[in-house]
């Protein structure tokens, strides 16, 4: 009989039963609601053995991938040890490599964790001030072309982990990471598919990781990104993203302005209302939306509208919460 391991414990599934109800029968506190794998709030993560096919139904390629599943259409073929998504990992140590400023407010942080990190570009990690304040960063590195992880830390005014990082970390120290985390990242199997990749500030972050990642693995569909700021200062990496397009026909990049000053060969407006006048029919392509959560918000629907299927649409909003408990 088949058996699956939760927390400390090693439960035997009955014939036909469901990961959900097994746990359940023996007091876990595992949420759930309808029972048939349409809600998602039993979601689970499979950390060693395989979940089926049938258990993943519904849910995105970048959580099947991650090896999610949903406990109440999971009756396993082989055993499982599984967890809660929202079960924390233990903290890694990493040792800070490079600080390099971007933008006036946008600093480049370059960490080498004391472990490997199996991570995806795009993911975030929680990057720990201390055991009680910490932020998500999304990592712009590439494993297969970077030696450490790179965030793009953003300075907010009164922002206790920001202005940590900018005022008082120096290469050299070493902090504390969790993760990684997050479903926004490049899925190979579909290189011919039509990726858009929508950003304002400091979303480049994982932009860029997806970016360099579907290239780096031979995506041979076109591949648009939209970049956007107020104003010129707030734009960066422009030289190595124009380096991108002249190395690789299949991409094309637009600096996007919404302030009075535009300079030549950039786009004026909001960007996600560039990107959608500039790519107005969006079947079948694969979209990508970082930043701020009020473009993120308006940027989903209009995809949407468009003709991206919801499960096409990755977002990644940017929150600007000072402080986040652990």
């Known amino acids: 009989m088949v058996a699956i391991r939760f927390e400390t414990e090693r439960y035997t599934l009955e014939p036909e039963q469901s990961v959900l109800d097994c746990l359940l029968q023996h007091g876990a506190p595992i ?3 309808c029972r048939n794998g349409v809600c998602q709030t039993c979601m689970m993560k499979a950390l060693d053995g395989q979940p089926p096919e049938a258990a993943q139904q519904g849910l995105k390629d970048t959580l099947r991938m991650q090896q999610y599943f949903l406990a109440c259409i999971c009756r396993p073929e082989e055993e499982l040890c599984v967890a809660l998504p929202s079960q924390q990992e233990s903290a890694i140590p990493a040792t800070v490599e490079s600080l390099h400023p971007l933008t006036k407010d946008i600093l480049l942080v370059a960490l080498r964790p004391h472990e490997p990190l199996d991570y995806r570009p795009g993911q975030f990690i929680h990057l720990l001030r ?5 932020r998500s960063y999304s990592l712009a590195s590439v494993p297969a072309a970077d030696d450490h992880l790179h965030l793009h830390v953003r300075h907010l005014p009164g922002g206790h982990v920001s202005g940590w990082v900018h005022e008082h970390l120096r290469v050299g120290h070493t902090v504390d990471i969790r993760g990684p985390a997050g479903e926004c990242f490049y899925v190979p199997g579909q290189p011919e598919q039509p990726i858009l990749l929508i950003g304002t500030g400091s979303g480049l972050a994982p932009l860029y990781g997806i970016l360099r990642d579907a290239l780096e693995q031979g995506h041979t569909g076109p591949i648009r990104l939209f970049h956007g700021s107020r104003d010129p200062d707030g734009l960066y990496l422009a030289d190595p993203l124009r380096k991108l397009t002249r190395e690789y026909t299949n991409f094309d990049y637009v600096p996007c302005l919404s302030g009075a000053v535009v300079p030549p060969h950039h786009a004026a407006g909001r960007v996600h209302e560039v990107a959608l006048r500039e790519v107005p029919e969006l079947k ?14 308006q940027a989903q629907m209009q995809a949407f509208l468009a003709g991206a299927a919801i499960q096409d649409i990755y977002a990644d909003a ?8 652990l």
């Open 318 to 325: 940017f929150t600007v919460n000072v402080t986040t408990s």
């Open 284 to 297: 079948n392509w694969r979209v990508y939306l970082c930043g701020h959560p009020a473009m993120v918000q």
């Open 31 to 33: 949420p759930f609601s």
């Open 130 to 134: 201390d055991e009680h304040l910490a």
